[in-house]
């Protein structure tokens, strides 16, 4: 319905190079005006008007009409972070793909000249107030090339950087290799990387030692550093700095858990009794 209608006649101003934002009012020193609720499906279409007079409100998800320039539609959101901890993701060409579907379920693809940047360091950061961080890194991957090709990148130098590049020929490393430059050291190792193939992938930090495996098989570990860097640069899934080593292929599933050695798992023995066993 109606409400109201008006004329504008403002000009925007280019020279303030601004950013278009949604949930808060620019940057202005001590007034944010952040909104707080739930938003869904917000489109903007630029061009043509879309309603012109009252109408009845779309009981479905909006569809990407003529001239829509954005459409923020949760229900067919296909990239995004499951755990809702980020502050901010950014997905720089990979695309949802049904290609290579895992589990039935659409994968990301990645073309050889696409990153995801994940602008929220600290997060990612394996250290905290100098103790040094247990994880675990893992996802399916489906390398489609022969090249050496980023699996993720965090790099503020040469000394200080978690990078892991996949190598699935012989091209001056072991076929079907992993390249790790971790905290000032680079090792090489054959996991068995393939091409045309699901296979998951796991880096894991546990005590003093990190672990690689394979589709769950142990392929590698070695004794850690006696502490590790603090990482500031951003998270990268697809891309080595800011231009080289691009991911080709299909990745599904990535997941980032600090705090937490996954694998092996071990389960704490317990001594079954008629009240704890059921």
């Known amino acids: 319905v109606s409400v109201g209608t008006g004329t504008f006649n403002g000009t925007y101003n280019t020279s303030l190079n601004h950013i278009s934002r949604i949930g808060r009012f620019m940057d202005y020193t001590g007034i944010s005006h952040d909104f707080h609720g739930y938003i869904s499906d917000l489109r903007i279409v630029k061009g043509s008007v879309v309603y012109t007079g009252n109408f009845t409100p779309p009981t479905a998800p909006l569809t990407a009409v003529t001239n829509t320039k954005l459409l923020l539609n949760g229900n067919n959101a296909k990239i995004f972070d499951a755990s809702q901890v980020l502050e901010e993701l950014t997905v720089d060409g990979a695309v949802a793909s049904s290609g290579q579907q895992h589990f039935s379920e659409n994968t990301i693809y990645f073309d050889g000249n696409d990153v995801i940047n994940l602008s929220d360091s600290e997060r990612f950061n394996l250290r905290s107030a100098g103790d040094d961080k247990d994880f675990t890194i893992e996802s399916w991957i489906y390398k489609t090339n022969t090249s050496k090709d980023t699996w993720l990148c965090q790099r503020n130098s040469s000394t200080t950087e ?85 991911y080709n292929g299909y990745i599904h599933d990535f997941r980032f858990t600090k705090d937490t050695s996954r694998y092996p798992y071990t389960a704490t023995p317990v001594t079954l009794t008629t009240t704890n066993s059921g």
């Open 162 to 246: 978690l990078s892991i590049l996949l190598d699935a020929n012989a091209s001056g490393y072991v076929a079907g290799s992993v390249d790790v430059e971790y905290d000032s050291g680079q090792f090489i190792f054959d996991a068995g990387i393939t091409r045309n193939a699901w296979q998951h992938i796991a880096f894991v930090r546990s005590g003093n030692r990190v672990n690689w495996y394979t589709d769950g098989v142990l392929k590698h570990t070695r004794t850690e550093p006696a502490s590790l860097v603090d990482y500031s640069a951003d998270f990268q899934i697809g891309r080595f700095g800011s231009n080289q080593h691009y």
